[in-house]
């Protein structure tokens, strides 16, 4: 079946879209790339509420002063919190700024620059606290939220308490204390001054618990990396820089004036805090949430285009291959027989997200380094190649033995009787089932920001946490998936009535290549 113009220009973008994403990660350049995680991040890294589109947060504004500092430019990489260590290891940035603590078992593996923020941590109950948390000890006994794999989690296990519910963004933990699921939060200062201190739901209690240090991580062996960011700090440490803009989002505090030795008054208002409590106190009509929405609309249009590409391209693969391994599995010789039968139960009994790991994290211990775009298209595409294999095995046992026999029969060899006659009646077969595998393929893509890509989930994620809006921008998401899928359901029907048709011209088309071969 011949592919049409629309569709090989679609093939086409597509390639040419890995194949810059796959240079442009080796590519020189002379840009200070910098990890972090917007989903949640306030007020660290947002995307600014009222303008979608900007990049905000305290430490997006410390990433760019110190790349000024550098002679650099800014380049911010995303990537999913509890991995950006390993991301920075890998080489997707040159350095992590994200909150992250200074922790002696990281010491071990990561290069911590001297730190550039001190803080606590602060407990936050509902209103009025009905469970009567106020420190940890009496937290004992109570259901306590926290974020996942940080410090405040370790404080409250070794503060003896059994019920820790860990989230992956802050935003859910006050959610679901606001929701009744929670007796108390226990967070970073920052994070609860931003989530809880304007909201008349919520109170402070307790005095402040521990005291950690946030520095930016650089790879072993970038010593002289190392220096340059160091220099960097104190400079702007001793020219005010950091002061100002912690001034601004609100987040000086006493251990900070203690670190910087400064204890001179504010230097700056604080703007920024203001602007995010006015828009949270807001009221939120219709109208305004609407306008809201269509603010949202181009960076779901971006990641749109993440997600369709990344679909197309490894549901591509996976037809290919799938093709490839039940052919090998019922019409193979023993040894191909076997490989594609263990490779069918192998990759179908491993989680998807291990694979993806070990591609994209795990192949470069042994040279092979793959850019984001790639690694997550043959991470899905290997994938499911293991499932169409089985459709496409389930259309060439539906279709009769006696169609091969015939075919031979006819002097027909078993490549063209495969090709001719089997193959199309089991395509048609096939059809639906993998129509069916391209939409959840396209949900699935949503994997693939774990490994920096911006899809449509990962989009969803940080715009609805910023908002306290799960439910409108989730619709909307909701609707660009049912969108993206509808058109190829119809091209699959379209494609399945033309190959019912033409199925009968290809039969006879094979019976008069068979009698002309035999004369």
């Known amino acids: 079946m011949r592919i049409k113009p629309k569709i090989g220009v679609i093939v ?13 990660e080796f590519m020189p350049d002379t840009v200070l790339r910098w990890g972090g995680n917007s989903e949640g991040g306030v007020p660290f890294i947002l995307y600014d509420p009222s303008e979608p589109e900007k990049l905000t947060g305290f430490e997006t504004e410390i990433a760019e002063a110190l790349a000024a500092e ?8 995303q990537n999913v919190w509890d991995i950006l260590i390993p991301g920075m290891q890998r080489g997707l940035y040159d350095i992590a700024i994200n909150g992250i603590e200074v922790t002696p078992e990281r010491q071990e593996t990561i290069n911590f620059s001297i730190p550039y923020y001190v803080t606590y941590l602060q407990m936050v109950v509902p209103k009025g606290n009905p469970a009567g948390v106020s420190n940890l000890e009496n937290a004992r006994g109570h259901t306590i939220g926290t974020l996942r794999g940080s410090y405040a989690y370790e404080t409250l296990a070794k503060a003896g308490i059994a019920d820790i519910r860990s989230y992956e963004n802050e935003a859910t933990a006050y959610q679901d204390m606001q929701n009744g699921r929670l007796d108390a939060v226990v967070m970073d200062a920052p994070m609860s001054i ?21 520095a930016m991580t650089i790879r072993k062996g970038e010593e002289a990396f190392l220096k340059r960011v160091n220099e960097a700090i ?7 820089t950091l002061r100002r803009i912690y001034d601004r989002w609100n987040l000086w505090n006493p251990l900070m004036a203690e670190y910087f030795n400064d204890d001179r008054p504010a230097l700056e ?29 181009p960076s779901f249009g971006r990641a749109a285009v993440v997600t369709l590409e990344v679909s197309i391209a490894s549901m591509a693969l996976a037809l290919a291959v799938g093709l490839f391994i039940a052919v090998c599995r019922l019409f193979g010789p023993l040894p191909l027989r076997a490989f594609a039968t263990c490779y069918t139960e192998f990759i179908r009994g491993t989680p998807v ?49 006696a169609q091969m026999e015939g075919a031979l029969a006819l002097g027909m060899t078993k490549r063209e009787a495969l090709r001719h006659v089997i193959l199309p009646q089991a395509i048609r077969v096939s059809l639906l089932p993998m129509t069916n595998d391209f939409i959840a393929l396209l949900k699935d893509s949503s994997l693939v920001s774990i490994i920096t890509l911006v899809d449509l989930t990962r989009t969803y994620g940080q715009l609805a946490t910023v908002n306290y809006d799960y439910f409108g921008t989730g619709f909307i998401v909701a609707v660009i998936y049912l969108l993206i899928g509808t058109p190829f359901v119809r091209i699959a029907r379209k494609l399945e009535k033309k190959l019912n048709v033409s199925l009968r011209g290809r039969r006879v088309f094979a019976v008069h290549r068979a009698a002309n071969y035999n004369e």
């Open 269 to 297: 208002r604080p703007v920024m805090y203001e602007h995010w409590a006015d828009i949270q106190r807001g009221a939120r009509s219709w109208p305004e949430r609407i306008k809201r929405y269509v603010g949202f609309l």
């Open 234 to 240: 104190v400079t702007l440490r001793d020219d005010g």
């Open 194 to 214: 931003y989530y809880s201190q304007f909201n008349p739901m919520f109170e402070f209690v307790g005095e402040p618990i521990g005291r950690m240090e946030y």
């Open 12 to 24: 086409f973008a597509t390639l040419l879209s890995a194949s810059c994403s796959f240079a442009a």
């Open 70 to 77: 550098m002679g650099l430019k800014p380049q911010f990489v």
């Open 353 to 401: 997200m291990i694979q993806l790991f070990f591609i994209f994290y795990g192949l470069p211990n042994v040279g092979v380094q793959l850019s984001p775009f790639v690694a997550g298209t043959l991470a899905l595409g290997l994938n499911y190649a293991a499932y169409e294999s089985e459709n496409y095995r389930a259309g060439l046992e539906a279709v009769p033995r």
